[in-house]
């Protein structure tokens, strides 16, 4: 029974280590400048995969490397506007859905980027989306706060990085782009990071720790497991389990940090995640329902 469902469980832990990595973020940040932390993490993760595509890495066309390096950078906007948000909010849980908004945003930029047209389940999920935003952002007045803003500018930006990432993983490797993509984004962190940030003198144990573990467990064990578990488990169930790291962001942010959580916030969060069930499953659903009947 447990072989059965051996993706179901990885996939499973992998929210949870997903989740936790927000909190291991906001840990770090406290003893190290965000943009440093951010570098320096993608640097030693990408680090970490090199042994294990070495040899495609020096196959690889210098053409194919420009266009992962440009894709690199993509995603480091995207990752610095997520963790600049982190270092200003104490409402993880609430980011965290936020980001989760990125799969709604990527038919909107393919639509733009290369004129494929979404699908009619879109057009029925964002609305939902959009109130569930609100929703979110309601405390008597409408008022987007900064932290807010950036999380949805970071899930724009991973949106693009998504389009694009599918488009050369056709031609590159997929270990060997991550690879490249992450020790870009890192490169670029750190080069931003020492023009703009202040680096401290000395860092704290604690730091030391949370860093490793945002290494360790959130970036490097956090993407084998979630490829593993992608390979053994079934595509729908790996999508519903996929939607859980904001639901247990969420949780741990309630724990660790006491985030407020009004009715109004609960129900946007909830129209938020069902919008991206819709989306993501609604074709399968009705597939169901014609079998039923």
């Not at 030693?44 to 066309?61: D, E, M, Y």
């Amino acid at each position: 029974m447990i072989h059965k469902y051996k993706g179901d469980i990885i996939i499973f832990l992998t929210t949870i280590l997903a989740a936790a990595g927000w909190v291991f973020s906001k840990e770090a940040i406290q003893g190290l400048p965000p943009i440093l932390f951010i570098g320096s993490r993608f640097i030693i993760a990408a680090l970490f995969l090199v042994p294990f595509c070495f040899q495609n890495l020096v196959k690889t066309p210098k053409s194919d490397v420009l266009s992962a390096l440009k894709v690199g950078m993509v995603l480091a906007s995207a990752i610095f506007c997520w963790i600049y948000a982190i270092s200003i909010s104490d409402t993880l849980g609430e980011g965290a859905f936020i980001m989760s908004l990125s799969m709604l945003f990527v038919p909107i930029v393919s639509w733009v980027m290369f004129g494929s047209r979404p699908a009619r389940l879109f057009w029925l999920s964002l609305p939902i989306a959009v109130v569930g935003l609100f929703l979110m952002s309601y405390d008597g007045s409408f008022n987007f706060e900064s932290s807010q803003l950036l999380f949805l500018s970071a899930a724009i930006f991973l949106a693009i990085h998504f389009n694009l990432n599918s488009k050369f993983a056709s031609s590159i490797p997929a270990l060997t782009l991550t690879t490249i993509q992450l020790f870009s984004a890192g490169i670029v962190g750190v080069i931003l990071s020492a023009l703009f940030e202040t680096w401290p003198t000395s860092i704290s144990s604690d730091t030391i720790k949370w860093f490793a573990l945002s290494v360790l467990l959130a970036t490097s064990i956090r993407y084998v497991m979630q490829t593993v578990g992608q390979k053994h488990a079934q595509p729908t169930s790996a999508a519903i389990l996929m939607l859980l790291e904001p639901v247990f962001t969420v949780l741990l942010s309630i724990w660790i940090y006491s985030e407020e959580m009004p009715p109004t916030k609960i129900l946007g969060c909830s129209l938020l995640l069902f919008s991206l069930l819709l989306y993501r499953l609604g074709g399968t659903w009705r597939q169901w329902f014609k079998r039923v009947r």
